[in-house]
């Protein structure tokens, strides 16, 4: 069995125009011209949950294969949606029997795909130069973390970072003994993290993921494959018996060789054979 993967396709802040939308006819592209079974997306498919559930139906209906996705940060944003709490988006988009949030997914006889979003509990910041009171405040050099005006918890994120791990940890548990793989937005291993030291960075990693969502999947056992989005880098680690995949797109102004969004998308999406 083939699956792609591919995360933070962006398609709206990656507009062409203005207003259309490229870069799903293009993912739909690679999907059918690399024989890909099932695609998988760790989140960041729009920033308005609307367009999201849109853009998987239509992979759906073009591919004739099943997109499974977990919502990114930028998923959850209420800038369309003027006081939706990140709460109200997230149960909204439980709905979608694809969501692997909402449950995990057979993908064959052993094999699970199981995930949901995670969080950050500010573990991969640099601590010898910010406090947690630092990181608390989510703003930096006059730069403000997004999520902490549009997407809403009204909790701490350590306390949202814990709800998510729990729930993660139940999903596993519903995954019996397949191997899994296991799709999450934040970064599960330091590796994916921006190199410090860097101005910017040694501040910002802080929302990037979690040292705990790592031991998470590396105790459970069963991860195989662990496949993260969010920071925009294509990497592949291995350790701990597991895969380790961050697969973004990311935006047209981060793409080096061109501005084809076929090309682009050819380029970046990854198969793995299960
Ligand atoms: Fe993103």
Redesign the pocket.
């Known amino acids: 069995m083939r699956i792609g993967l591919l995360s ?1 396709i ?1 398609v709206d802040i990656n507009y062409y125009d203005g207003k259309t939308d490229m870069i799903t006819p293009a993912v739909c592209e690679a999907v059918i011209n690399n024989g890909v079974d099932v695609f998988i997306s760790a989140g ?1 498919i729009a920033s308005d949950h609307s367009i999201s559930l849109d853009v998987v139906d239509r992979i759906e209906k073009t591919t004739g294969r099943d997109c499974l996705f977990i919502p ?1 940060n ?1 998923d959850l944003w209420n800038e369309n949606h003027p006081g939706m709490t990140a709460d109200q988006t997230y149960r909204k988009l439980l709905k979608h029997p694809h969501n692997l949030a909402s449950g995990p997914v057979s993908l064959k006889p052993g094999w699970s795909a199981a995930g949901d979003t995670c969080w950050y509990d500010y573990s991969f910041g640099t601590h010898e130069l910010f406090s947690m009171d630092d990181l608390e405040k989510r703003t930096h050099n006059g730069r403000v973390w997004q999520d902490s005006i549009m997407a809403v918890w009204n909790r701490s994120d350590q306390a949202t970072h814990d709800w998510f791990l729990n729930r993660l940890r139940d999903s596993f548990e519903k995954s019996a003994s397949d191997e899994i793989i296991a799709v999450t937005h934040m970064l599960p291993i330091r590796e994916f993290t921006v190199p410090v030291p860097n101005d910017t960075w040694d501040y910002f990693n802080a929302f990037l993921g979690s040292v705990a969502l790592g031991d998470t999947l590396i105790r459970n056992g069963n991860v195989r494959y662990s496949v993260s ?2 920071v ?1 880098y294509r990497k592949t680690v291995e350790k701990n018996g597991i895969v380790f995949i961050c697969q ?1 797109l ?1 935006y047209r102004t981060e793409w080096r060789d061109n501005d084809d969004p076929f090309e682009e998308v050819e380029k970046s999406i990854k198969i793995i054979e299960i």
């Open positions: 933070d962006h960041d990114g930028h989005g969010h925009h973004c990311g």
